[in-house]
């Protein structure tokens, strides 16, 4: 199923200090790119808490800027703000963005998904290129990230709030421990090397939460609270979990 993402945006990079601009803004190595294709990242707040999440891919000479459209002005305002003396250029692109789970199909330009491989492949049409579709629906798009439990910041996780290592960023591919400084790097790098991630997120139905209950999107045990609910989508949640209750829920 070619699914287009209506709600996914495109920031066009150019200039020569493109790469080493973006490399001490975001959390994944942007080196990474040349040799596979595209990186998940996120950027994150001088305290260590979630701002926006993207994909990044070259396109021609440039770097492109996959991002939903409730990050893009606030992220494009903080570009111009770091950009200083950079020889950078930041502008808006054109072009639409889809997902296929069919990772045969060929299309002009596409990456398998970095977040998890061999499972879907992101496609970008620039000169309409693609002409026809099977869906543009928000449902069909969150029955599918459910199906392979792909986190999307901006659905699961809350702007200037969140911590990304809550929402294992570090096990889809979204964080690199081996770069250089980045913005929110310390806080990020000493919760990880110190082991004290003391939260996890888990995708679960209605069915499996059981006699739990949920009240103001925060779920409750014994009365106690043991997580909340940071997305709701028919019968299914993506739930914030205290791991000390991981044995609870029977995710363990």
Known sequence: MLLKLVDRKLIELSGLDKESFLQGLITNDVAKIKEEGIIFSAFLSAQGKFLADFFIFQYKENLIIDINEVFIEAFKSKLKLYKLNSDVKIKDL??????????????????????????????????NEIESFDSDKI?????????????????????????????????INAISFSKGCYVGQEVTARTFHRGVIRKQIIFITKLEIGNNIIIDNDLIF????????????????????KKDFLKVMNQI
């Open 222 to 241: 014994d009365k106690k609270k043991i997580g909340k609910v940071c997305f709701e989508f028919l019968d299914k949640y993506v739930v914030l979990l």
């Open 94 to 127: 054109e072009g639409d963005v889809f997902i296929d789970e069919n990772l045969n199909n060929n299309y002009p330009t596409s990456y398998s998904d970095p977040r998890k491989s061999n499972l879907l492949q992101r496609v970008y049409n620039f000169t």
């Open 139 to 171: 449902n069909d798009y969150h029955a599918l990230r459910f199906k392979y439990k792909l986190i999307d910041g901006a659905f699961d996780l809350t702007i200037d709030k969140s911590y990304i290592l809550e929402f294992g960023y570090n096990e």
